[in-house]
């Protein structure tokens, strides 16, 4: 991860960064460039949109997708774009004012660990995240093949294999082996 120095830089100018081959957020007003993702990182994260997808369209609850960005907050800006995300139905805005960063908490939000994460800036993402509103996070660690779920309280359970993955009250019934998003 490597930041620069510009000044709480805006959704606009994110937007406008060229395709370099390197994805692009902003923490805290300041522009934060990631490396492109791992075929590993792409395996887990696609595991969670399908399996929330499948549960998620066949009943009509809302959006699941990856890396969109949404802002999080203004002044100073934190625009993320998850690994995957959920958004309720009755939150989305009308399809015409969904353009560009939507801004907004997804209900739930996944992350999928990188090699070049530290830990403490996953925890900081995740704290973010919990302040912005989102109501559930789980974090991906394929290394360790588990799966770390945030609540609101920000209180965390680890699962690994041999354990299930439950929507909470966020994405009722929604449940998942561990194991399956590791396959």
Known sequence: MVTTTAP???AEELAAIPDDGYR???HRGVLVRMNPTGFKHLRVSGAFI?????FVVSRGLGVVGGEAGFIL????NIIYAPDAIFVRAD????DEEQVGFLELAPDLVVEVVSPSDSA????DKVLVYLEAGVRLVWVAAFRRRSVTVYAPDRTARVLVEGDALDGGD???GFRVAVADLFA
């Open 170 to 172: 966020v994405l009722p």
């Open 120 to 123: 403490s800036d996953v925890h």
């Open 50 to 54: 399908y399996r929330m997808s499948e």
């Open 91 to 94: 939150r989305l805005p009308p």
């Open 24 to 26: 692009y957020e902003v």
């Open 8 to 10: 709480n830089t805006s």
């Open 73 to 76: 907050a203004r002044d100073p």
